[in-house]
């Protein structure tokens, strides 16, 4: 299987927020104060598209403790999704989710960092890998990027951070496939470099209560919570509230992007 680098399989596309038409590798240019031009000739400045000041979210989810890092697993490809709605068609119970980055070290927070995040569909499905994903997840974990294998690009997306370090996204609670509790995939870009690969993850109580409604519930019962994963962290947990006909859920992510937290 064919894998390019990062950026390689990027198209010119409208952007929202005022960025133009433009793709996540441009979009990391941008960010790192190299020039860039969409395909209608205009210079573009990347701009953060958090709806509201999410900053009391984030209340008692500070931290300066580096954020364990783990694999991005079998399914990432770069989708070249810069949005914050990332649900398309996808059913299944609205979640905000709200993603504070900062430096380890300084506790300072990372402006103009690119935090992109994906996961699977209520069914257990990824995009861009659906058939492969029906296998149950069974690829290795050490994969390379994904080459993707259809067309699909639901519950995938792209932000710039703002002068707080935040960004927000419109997604799903995600669903689960075997061997895995319920989880949010997250990347975070500064400059040109992939300073942090992580996970996010959820109580159990409000699992069980949202997978035990539709459309989760067709799924069936899962075989792997939050205890019996490989991958799990309780710095991985997010802050989660009740909003509207959903949840929003807070976690701040300290990435180290000098290498100067030991």
Not at 200 to 216: H, Q, T, V
Request: proline share 4%.
């Amino acid at each position: 299987m064919g894998h390019d680098h990062e950026g390689q399989r990027v198209s010119r596309r409208r952007m929202i927020a005022g960025i133009g038409s433009l793709g996540l590798g441009g979009l990391i240019a941008a960010c790192t104060g190299q020039p860039v031009t969409t395909s209608t000739g205009e210079s573009v400045t990347p701009q953060a598209t958090t709806a509201q000041d999410l900053t009391s979210l984030f209340d008692g989810a500070n931290t300066c403790t580096l954020t364990p890092a783990t694999t991005a697993g079998p399914y990432y490809f770069d989708a070249d999704k810069v949005r914050a709605d990332i649900r398309e068609d996808r059913e299944g119970v609205r979640l905000r989710v709200a993603v504070k980055v900062q430096d380890s070290g300084s506790c300072r927070p990372i402006k103009d960092a690119v935090v992109e995040i994906w996961h699977c569909d209520a069914g257990g499905l990824y995009s861009g890998a659906e058939a492969m994903s029906r296998g149950g997840g069974a690829l290795s974990a050490s994969s390379p990027d994904l080459d993707p294998q259809d067309d699909e690009r639901y519950l995938r997306g792209a932000q710039v951070t703002n002068a707080d370090g935040v960004v927000e996204f419109t997604t799903i609670w995600p669903g689960w496939y075997r061997g895995r509790c319920v989880h949010i995939h997250a990347m975070v870009h500064v400059s040109d470099a992939r300073v942090l690969t992580t996970q996010m993850m959820f109580d159990e109580a409000l699992n069980d209560r949202i997978l035990a409604g539709r459309p989760y519930a067709a799924r069936g019962e899962r075989d792997t919570r939050n205890d019996g994963d490989g991958i799990f962290r309780d710095e991985m947990l997010m802050k989660v509230t009740p909003d509207g006909d959903g949840y929003v859920g807070a976690i701040v992510l300290a990435a180290d992007p000098d290498g100067d937290s030991g």
